[in-house]
């Protein structure tokens, strides 16, 4: 069974760089079957992707975070990364890590969240 | 980019009751759509990809149906686990529907 589980500081300060790590469980992150991504959602509101990573290294980010985010994947720790920089109040959301499908089957494992504030 | 609207963003219905859900996408998205199903304090969990298959697991319950620009997701006989909040998403840029929250009556 595929388990995510993120990590990382649940408080972060305005204008720093938020930096959280997925790690993988029950399955390669290398298999060339899948993608790796990042979602957010701020309390009582909806979801918005963030990018995704694929094991090659290669990334697509969502426009409007593109200048703010980068996406990493570490295949030897069953691995991926998300840096978001320079973050404000706007940026404090349960953050979620979740698999892909190749070609078009949705993100069928997620981890199980968690919560970054932004505040000083 | 494209954007995603579904509707209603709020629904109430009865157990038994056939419910559709339906999002809008503001340019052609071919099949590239799925639908997630979001309890509150829970990850989302994949219902239905390319627009119309079932994931593993899933009950019959649920299908998923469209191509192009308008997709809908029917609940054919409404259970009281339905309660929850359902989100489209599209594949191009990967955006969210804004959500349809289903309460049970």
């Known amino acids: 069974q595929v388990q995510l589980q993120e990590s990382g500081p649940g408080l972060v300060k305005p204008s720093q760089t938020l930096s959280l790590t997925c790690t993988v469980s029950?399955?390669?992150?290398?298999?060339?079957?899948?993608?790796w991504s990042w979602i957010r959602q701020p309390a009582g509101k909806g979801l918005e992707w963030i990018g995704r990573?694929?094991?090659?290294?290669?990334?697509n980010y969502n426009p409007s975070l593109k200048s703010r985010v980068t996406i990493s994947v570490d295949t030897s720790q069953n691995q991926f990364s998300l840096n978001l920089s320079s973050v404000t109040a706007a940026d404090t959301a349960v953050y979620y890590c979740?698999?892909?499908?190749?070609?078009?089957?949705?993100?069928?494992?997620w981890g199980q969240g968690t919560l970054v504030t932004v505040s000083s | 980019d494209i954007q995603m609207t579904q509707s209603p963003s709020t629904l109430s219905a009865s157990v038994g009751d056939r419910v559709t859900i339906t999002c809008r996408a503001s340019?052609?998205?071919?099949?590239?759509l799925a639908w997630y199903q979001q309890k509150p304090g829970k990850a989302p969990k994949l219902l239905i990809y390319?627009?119309?298959s079932l994931e593993s697991g899933v009950p019959s319950r649920f299908s998923g149906s469209g191509s192009g620009t308008e997709f809908t997701l029917t609940i054919s006989s409404l259970q009281p686990d339905d309660s929850a909040t359902y989100y489209c998403?599209?594949?191009?840029?990967?955006?969210f529907g804004q959500g349809t929250r289903l309460e049970i009556k």
């Open positions: 390319k627009a119309s």
């Open positions: 979740a698999r892909g499908s190749i070609p078009g089957g949705g993100l069928d494992y």
């Open positions: 990573v694929y094991a090659s290294g290669n990334t």
């Open positions: 340019q052609s998205i071919s099949s590239w």
């Open positions: 029950g399955g390669s992150i290398s298999s060339g079957s899948y993608y």
């Open positions: 998403q599209q594949y191009d840029n990967y955006s």
